[in-house]
């Protein structure tokens, strides 16, 4: 990124772009991690649903499911099926049964990420031939 576009992605950043906002996040990450991170947060914030989910995904490797579902279901509300599914998952300890349904309604409508979702969550619980349905359907 040369010193124009540089300046220009900053101004928009000034002005609270959500879509500014996930970029600078993304310029910062190599440089600065946590400034990165604060960039992030206000894109989420603002409704951006790239950010919120990258923002879920880093809730949930940390291990806080609450907060992921939140940002998660931003994503989710913006027609990001991925979101979709990995609202569903972190749901699966609160309601399993609700859970399990909204994932093969994904599955069953084509979205992959839920079919691998599924055949994990079968594998986990021992059942080798519904986890086998689920794998089978990623092909």
């Not at 906002?21 to 409704?47: H, I, N, R, T």
């Not at 594998?123 to 689920?134: D, E, V």
Request: hydrophobic letters at 40%.
């Amino acid at each position: 990124m040369n010193k124009i576009e540089l300046a220009t992605l900053k101004a928009r950043v000034d002005n609270d772009d959500p879509e500014a906002l996930l970029m600078y996040s993304d310029y910062l990450l190599a440089q600065d991690p946590q400034e990165s991170d604060k960039y992030l947060v206000l894109a989420a914030q603002l409704g951006n649903p790239q950010a919120a989910e990258k923002l879920g995904d880093k809730y949930i490797d940390k291990g806080d499911y609450a907060r992921a579902a939140e940002y998660f279901k931003i994503g989710a509300k913006a027609g990001i099926l991925d979101c979709s599914v990995k609202l569903a998952v972190t749901n699966l300890s609160v309601n399993e049964t609700a859970a399990v349904r909204e994932l093969e309604d994904l599955a069953e409508s084509g979205v992959k990420s839920a079919c691998s979702a599924l055949a994990a969550y079968y594998k986990a619980h021992g059942n080798r031939k519904q986890a086998s349905f689920w794998r089978s359907l990623l092909k």
